[in-house]
């Protein structure tokens, strides 16, 4: 028997980037991304205390293929590592990097903006992608007095995956809520992500498993 988990006030619900450019018609689709909207929506309600974020790029962004003049989804070594060249999604004042039209962030207490600077991709919510960047997120957590991470939203293989790597290693405790998110599935991302997060001490749940 598993035991209903409560989110109370030591618990934070963290809803990664459901934004229009990464549902079904926008320019970088996860497939079935706005299927999710429903339950998360549902979730926010459930959690005393919820933060979005939100992909943000410049124009002519550094993780944009268009830049390098290269195809979507290859890859290319920046200065930081290797990073995947994207199809242009989330500009800054885009419809695109609107979040989803019935995704209710009405309780939001904060929403953290990333992927901005024009050089440096963003994936996680804590740290962009020299993982030293930080967004600042960890310091309002833990001024806030939160001790655990639930994460949902998309993808679950890049930026739910990165965020819930960096809540571990800024010491929070991590739970992705599984069927409230979808992912991407780039050359076995899916499957790398679940061993790495498993590593990491990051906990996997279906959202059943949360008070109604
Ligand atoms: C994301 C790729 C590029 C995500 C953001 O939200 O998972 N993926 N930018
Ligand atoms: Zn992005």
């Not at 293929?65 to 500009?91: I, N, R």
């Not at 440096?120 to 020299?130: L, R």
């Not at 997120?137 to 655990?148: D, P, S, T, V």
Request: charged share 20%; hydrophobic share 40%; aromatic share 10%.
């Amino acid at each position: 028997m598993t035991t209903t988990l409560r989110p109370g006030e030591q618990d934070v619900l963290l809803v990664v980037d459901v934004q229009n450019d990464f549902c079904p018609g926008g320019n970088l689709p996860v497939p079935d991304g706005d299927r999710i909207v429903p339950l998360v929506n549902r979730l926010s309600a459930q959690f005393p205390h919820v933060v979005f974020t939100q992909d943000w790029h410049t124009p002519a962004h550094a993780s944009f293929a268009s830049t390098h003049h290269k195809q979507p989804f290859q890859t290319t070594p920046v200065a930081y590592g290797e990073q995947v060249l994207w199809p242009d999604h989330c500009v800054q004042g885009t419809p695109g990097a609107e979040f989803h039209r019935d995704l209710d962030v009405t309780r939001a207490e904060m929403i953290v903006r990333k992927g901005f600077r024009p050089g440096i991709d963003s994936y996680s919510a804590f740290y962009e992608n020299d993982q030293r960047t930080t967004t600042g997120l960890a310091g309002y957590l833990r001024e806030r007095g939160f001790r655990h991470v639930y994460l949902c939203g998309l993808a679950f293989d890049f930026c739910v995956k990165w965020s819930a790597l960096d809540a571990r290693r800024e010491g929070f405790q991590a739970t992705v809520i599984e069927d409230a998110t979808r992912a991407i599935d780039l050359n076995d991302s899916l499957a790398a992500a679940r061993q790495e997060m498993a590593a990491a001490g990051v906990g996997l749940v279906q959202s059943a498993r949360l008070a109604a």
